[in-house]
């Protein structure tokens, strides 16, 4: 019977030591306090990434529509000009390069269309033997 009291006194012991320890140490209080840093942190570099994407996503769309304005300007500035001075020679019209409606959509669709790595024809070693004789 009195075993039983030492070891139920030993283990309680170890469980009383092990807390002790466990919170007592200064270097697991730092460690959890390194850990807390740590995930702050990430926390703000996740949220600093995410406002970036979003800056440069709006920055993108500002740019695409000023791109598009000035193309509409400069198109209504050609027009006007070809309006307003039928006369004057085309060397000398400030706007005589003009994009046609078929040039816009050309550059339209050639960006819409994802690029192509990748050359005509076999390249290389796998090549076939009678066009490197050629």
Known sequence: ???????IGLIIGFIVGALAVRFGSSKVRQQNELQAELEKNRTELEEYRKELVSHFARSAELLDNMARDY????QHMAKS???????????DNPF???????????N????DMPPRDYSEGASGLF??????KQ
């Open 96 to 106: 005589n390069y003009r994009l046609s409606k078929s040039e816009a959509e050309k």
């Open 127 to 132: 090549r076939p033997i009678q066009d490197k």
């Open 108 to 111: 339209k669709m050639a960006s």
């Open 1 to 7: 019977m009195t075993w039983e009291y030492a070891l």
């Open 81 to 91: 000009s070809n309006d307003l001075m039928p006369n004057m020679p085309i060397q």
């Open 71 to 74: 193309r509409q300007l400069y």
